[in-house]
């Protein structure tokens, strides 16, 4: 077996202590041959040499970057009031490519806030998936999300990669197949990366393994996750500092629910919901973040044990 793991390596000014603590993981607990292929887009000097540092992270410069090209901009027009691609989805894209590529026999997206948190986890992953299952993910049940493959962690073998051809961002050519229209209008409120791999799927009549929010103790129902109970994920953390507001599909779907926004009728309802729920998310977040960042296997241990943190 050889491993591919995918990160697009977005950081923010202040994320240096999760990116060594991503890296830590990743070494601590995979115990089989891997290579991690990272895109440092945007990423900073000091990060960068970290990254660097390590023969087991292989580090590309893509090009042309996200926000140079005229290609990204096509890629929103097929799903009117929605983003259709992400920059995280425009480099995953072409890192699985690179791996591919590269000779890898399975592809592992993580994102620079999610990580293993058990040894085993690859073999875990392995016996999830199969002839009809080729790919196992993160299942966010917890925002509202039925169908959709989270790419924080995104399993897949190497075979269907190839055949299907999946992509995390949606092109032209996907939005003119004729079996497009019924799927995004079915599950068009989880639209969001990894979209494209469900489709996939669908098409192929194959479905994929669900790794479940497994946490015996929750600080918030969608942040600091652990699934299946072999990976983390923090969530946001690439979002956190750079976007205005960060509110979330489970605010209002999953099981973060307000009574308030549902029985909201209008928009002018709703925003005021929608505020609070920014100030709300990025209160809890400064509050794991410190929890995290100040003894981050305690802090993971307690999540799984549903003890107390100390």
Known sequence: MKLGIVVVYLVSDRMGPLLDLHLRK??????VPYTIYGSVNRLRPEYRRILDRRRDVKTFQISPAYEEVEESRRYVKGVVGRVAATE??????????????DGVTHICTLHVDSFPVQSGWVDHLLTRTGDSVPVAAMLRAENGDTMLPMPAC???????AETARPRFTITPETEALPDWTPFLERYREEFDTG???AFALHRHGMGFAPLRRSNLRDDHYLFAGVYDDIVFHLGAAA????????????????QGLTREYAEART?????????ASDVENRRTFEEIWQKLTRDPDAYIESLRSGARET
């Open 26 to 31: 990743i070494e601590e607990h995979t115990d």
């Open 88 to 101: 995280n989805g425009y480099y995953s894209d072409r890192l699985v490519e690179l791996a591919l590529a």
């Open 154 to 160: 995104l399993f897949s073998t190497s075979e269907f």
């Open 195 to 197: 979209f494209g791999y």
């Open 239 to 254: 979002r956190i500092d750079v976007e205005p507001q960060v509110v979330f599909r489970g605010a209002w779907r999953g």
């Open 267 to 275: 928009h002018a309802e709703r925003q005021p919901l929608i505020v």
